[in-house]
């Protein structure tokens, strides 16, 4: 097995993200980071500012060779037409367990060929989120521990714009 999709919304991608996507780097020699065109819950930024965002963040944390790609659709199919061995997800408290449970076993009975692989969440990211983010910086809260300093940027001048 050497190859996998870390997908999710990355509205905005965070350190906790980070954490993982260096993680899975180890383990699969190919990895793309897949960012779903229309999440369940309304994104701030477009799916093209999210790819845009996450592909300055990577070059500013420094990780090479990575792929982003944006999917709108079935999770599934997209890693079929990726042609991946695995979904990599993160995990970071037991609240995440159920909806990740459930989305696993559908998109194993979708196909049985593509695992998904958990990563568990590393405990000083253990409480962040991309919500919780977006939250304290619009009540303008100091954000620089929880995401690198583009997506801090990209939040203030998405803010800004909205005001
Ligand atoms: O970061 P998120 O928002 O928790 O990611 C959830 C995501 C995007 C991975 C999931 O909602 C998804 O894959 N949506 C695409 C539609 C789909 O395949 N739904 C069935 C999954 S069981």
Known sequence: MSSAIYPGSFDPITYGHIDILR??????????IAIVA???????FSVSERVGITKETLAEVKICGVEVI??????IE??????VDAIVRGL????????????????RDLDSEIE??????????????????????????EVSS???KTVEDAL????????
Request: net charge positive; glycine share 6%.
């Open 38 to 44: 229309n999440p369940n819950k309304a994104p701030l």
């Open 92 to 107: 970071r408290a037991n609240s995440d367990f159920d909806y990740e449970f459930q989305m696993a076993l559908t998109n």
């Open 70 to 75: 944006s999917y709108d659709g079935l999770l």
């Open 156 to 163: 203030a001048r998405k803010f800004e714009s909205l005001e």
């Open 146 to 148: 929880f995401v690198p």
């Open 23 to 32: 993680r899975a780097k180890k383990l699969f020699s190919r990895l793309l």
């Open 116 to 141: 998904t692989v958990f990563f568990m969440t590393a405990g000083k990211y253990s409480f962040l989120s991309s919500s919780i983010v977006k939250e304290v910086k619009h009540y303008g809260g």
């Open 78 to 83: 997209c890693a079929k037409v990726n042609g």
